[in-house]
């Protein structure tokens, strides 16, 4: 069995691996990069990024640095950082593993491993703080399972706990909002005092410690007042309707699609009677995850509805908190309860709302598939859910490429030779764009030192040697709220942060917003014009000798 597995995983992993070399996204996973790139351009205390999604990066900052220093330039670096991705996944996956098979699994153990190596969140395989979080989540929640069910081994069950802690620590940085299950896991502990649960007060204590040392690392690196500064400004241009605006999506959602709801009432109401239905839930969840094939994705892609629907077939695991349960059935209880509370964090922090659920809820899922209150109740008809769900999940992540509005046939690619991209076979219109501002754009640099980048592609960036003067390289949507837009304004009223050219892009999925408005004119003048295949590219220069100049 364990050979099979092994087996079954490497292939994972080339599948994925093959899939890292394609498709480039000059939105999100380029915006994601950017901080990596500034930094490596001119270091951190001079970069001008005021949002806090940076801290995730500063995790893969220093392996960045290495790569720079071994290759000499940062020529396929976004290769790497998806290589880092990777990595990643397998390490979360193999943890996973170990505590699925400390339960006492075998065959569960390995299909719960391939379904958390084959997610990739939105189909975007980078290091972002979404990937990041939901990655050491899972091992913080897998390293605190091995360490409930290592009694009697005090060296063993300490070291775990560390691990769990370190994991909590990383998971927090990358994604803030990760502290709410964190802190509800530790307060679980704190309730329930049956000596299942590992030492509790010396876990709150190593996980405090480890967060605390985490974020004493994020504020040495940015500066406390530019943290600070950062969370002010993310939340005034990040905060569209608020928690309302949220519940209503959420609430849209399933009202707009029936289907996706009926099979979200069915995962539940089998979740609470699983324990009753023996052989019957399984078979029905087989059908409740297989009819996503059917379906159009309610959550963006396939793989967000197939993660959904899996957590909340575990719900009846809850029942594992309950007086008189054994061991196995309270560690699985409080790792189920905790990714549910980090799936609800994710959801009502994010600005996606309810797509977002998934982020916390992967190990929910890969419970709910393969573990059962207790090992005498496996079977094989038991682990049917899980090859349909990781068939469902594999099928975003080898076959979306996000950023792609039209994926081309594979054969029609073109593998970029040169720059931040190389080594990645991109979509002839994204190779087309990156050679415009390589090689007609880059010219007109001249001295420069810096740039703003305003319109759907952040990622253009990338392709320049100039750092970019901005307070955050996400655009600005028609929906943010005036207070972001002004907030964003008011960074370029002085003038020693206005950048020395700026690029504007404009095509027909994005109109985008100038944070410096009426005052551009006045500031920077036309220098020149350029078509792509989807859209116009057109440079602007400073004007010099102004009355703020």
């Not at 009426?518 to 102004?546: H, I, K, M, N």
Request: charged share 10%.
């Amino acid at each position: 069995m364990d050979l099979l597995g092994t087996t079954v995983l490497i292939i994972f992993i080339g599948l994925i691996g093959t899939r890292l070399t394609k498709g480039v996204d000059l939105t999100d996973e380029a915006y994601y990069a950017i901080f990596l790139d500034d930094w490596l351009k001119g270091g951190i205390a001079t970069s001008a990024f005021l949002t806090l999604h940076q801290t995730a990066a500063l995790i893969v900052y220093p392996a960045a640095l290495i790569y720079v220093a071994v290759k000499g330039s940062s020529d396929g670096l976004l290769l790497f950082l998806r290589a880092l991705f990777l990595i990643g996944a397998v390490a979360s996956a193999a943890v996973w593993i170990v505590f699925m098979r400390r339960i006492g699994h075998r065959l569960y153990a390995w299909a719960g491993g391939l379904l958390i190596l084959a997610f990739i969140p939105f189909g975007l395989p980078a290091p972002s703080y979404n990937t990041l979080g939901q990655q050491a989540l899972t091992i913080a929640m897998a390293s605190f399972g091995c360490a409930a069910l290592a009694a009697g081994q005090p060296r063993a069950q300490l070291q775990w706990l560390i691990a769990s802690a370190c994991a909590w620590a990383l998971a927090t940085v990358a994604y803030p909002t990760m502290i709410a299950p964190m802190g509800f896991l530790c307060l679980l502990g704190l309730l329930y005092r049956d000596r299942i649960f590992p030492q509790p007060w010396r876990y709150a204590l190593l996980v405090a410690a480890a967060v605390c040392i985490g974020w004493g690392i994020v504020a040495t690196s940015l500066s406390v007042t530019r943290l600070y500064d950062s969370i002010i400004y993310l939340s005034a241009v990040a905060d569209v309707g608020g928690m309302g605006r949220k519940l209503t999506l959420a609430f849209d959602i399933l009202r707009n699609d029936a289907a996706f709801a009926i099979l979200c009432l069915f995962a539940v109401t089998i979740g609470i009677f699983r324990r009753h239905l023996g052989a019957f839930a399984q078979i029905a969840s087989v059908a409740i995850i297989g009819s996503l094939f059917f379906t159009t994705p309610a959550l963006f892609v396939r793989s967000h509805d197939a993660i959904t629907l899996a957590a909340l077939t575990g719900i009846g695991l809850l029942t594992g908190l309950w007086p008189g349960a054994s061991r196995n059935e309270r560690v699985v209880a409080l790792v189920y309860a905790t990714s549910i509370a980090a799936a609800l964090a994710t959801s009502m922090t994010a600005f996606n709302s309810i797509f977002n659920f998934c982020i916390g809820a992967v190990p929910a899922a890969a419970l709910s598939l393969v573990a059962r209150p207790s090992v005498k109740s496996c079977s094989l008809v038991g682990v049917l859910p899980a090859p349909v769900a990781i068939a469902a999940v594999l099928s975003t992540s080898l076959y979306v490429y996000y950023g792609e509005l039209q994926p081309p046939p594979l054969q029609l690619r073109e593998r970029l030779q040169e720059g931040f991209f190389a080594g990645i076979e991109a979509h002839p219109d994204d190779a087309a764009l990156l050679r415009v501002v390589r090689g007609r754009v880059g010219p007109l640099l001249g001295h420069s030192q810096t740039i703003a980048v305003i319109g759907r592609l952040p990622g253009l960036a990338l392709a320049t040697p100039l750092r970019l003067s901005m307070p955050t390289a996400f655009p600005l949507t028609p929906n943010v709220p005036q207070r972001g837009i002004a907030a964003a304004g008011d960074y370029y009223t002085r003038p020693e942060n206005r950048p020395q050219l700026v690029l504007i892009y404009r095509d027909a999925y994005f109109e985008p917003i100038n944070p410096m408005q009426q005052q551009f004119d006045e500031w920077y003048a036309p220098l020149a014009e350029f078509s792509t295949p989807l859209g116009q590219l057109a440079v602007f220069q400073r004007r010099l000798g102004g009355p703020t100049d």
